[in-house]
């Protein structure tokens, strides 16, 4: 068989690929849930059961994902998982170690009964733990990876502002969310952050430090 005739069998296999994921990803209704659940369960490290996914969610590196019994994503989410050996080691890196964290870099596990609300980001290249019966809320994000606008190393040299070029200075850390964490509408979780069970994090907040159990957080730096 030839080269071009096995890219062509290549590239008919993911176009049909990618269309079914594009159908299915917008599929109303009872019959759209199921068919994504049926879809996903074949290709996340792990799928519990009474998983419901609504339309427009993205997912990449799905088997790197992992969402217990009862959880709900909804609408136009954004949840990235990826190789633990992802190489990053061209950049100006700082590692923020989080002592909560058990899992792998890359890995994403959101436990049970919790919902993801729309437009909620998560980005799991350091590794992100979600406890059980949490919530983000509208627009909620968690980066375990983001750019910073300075060398972490060396604050006085002049580096390039443009993420994902060159050096492009970065910062990575495990982000872990205990048990009935509840992440306010808009609020941003920076790497290396571990929130204790109980805990409320306000609207419109950006959450740099750590917090114990039965906090109560807000503001920008959160507090």
Same mark, same amino acid.
């Given at each position: ?18 269309? &079914? &994921? ?12 199921? %068919?994504?659940?049926? /879809?996903?369960?074949?290709? /996340?490290?792990? %799928? ?13 590196? #799905? ?21 633990? $050996? ?6 100006? &890196?700082? %590692?923020?170690? $989080? ?21 909620? #980001? ?9 406890? $059980? ?8 994000? &968690? ?18 502002? #443009? ?13 872990? %969310? ?25 609207? /419109?907040?950006?959450? #740099? ?15």
């Amino acid at each position: 068989m030839s080269i071009i005739v096995i890219t062509c069998i290549k590239f008919l296999f993911h176009f049909i690929n990618d269309s &079914l &994921l594009t159908f299915l990803k917008n599929l109303d209704g009872v019959s759209g849930y199921k %068919l994504r659940y049926y /879809f996903y369960k074949k290709r /996340f490290k792990y %799928l519990g059961t009474n998983v419901r996914i609504d339309t427009g969610v993205e997912f990449i590196g #799905m088997e790197f994902i992992s969402i217990g019994n009862d959880t709900y994503i909804d609408k136009n989410c954004i949840i990235v998982g990826s190789p633990e $050996n992802m190489d990053i080691s061209h950049r100006y &890196l700082k %590692l923020r170690h $989080n002592e909560n964290y058990v899992g792998k870099r890359g890995e994403i596990s959101i436990g049970m009964n919790c919902h993801i609300s729309q437009n909620a #980001m998560i980005f799991g290249y350091g590794g992100v733990c979600i406890g $059980n019966n949490s919530a983000i809320s509208t627009g909620g994000k &968690l980066y375990s990876l983001t750019s910073v606008p300075y060398n972490p190393f060396d604050r006085s040299e002049i580096v390039s502002i #443009m993420p994902y070029e060159g050096v492009s200075p970065t910062l990575e850390g495990p982000i872990v %969310l205990g048990e009935n964490v509840w992440i306010g509408i808009d609020t941003v979780v920076s790497p290396g952050v571990a929130i204790g069970n109980n805990s409320f994090v306000k609207s /419109f907040s950006f959450v #740099m430090d750590s917090f114990n159990e039965n906090s109560y957080i807000g503001g920008s730096p959160a507090k």
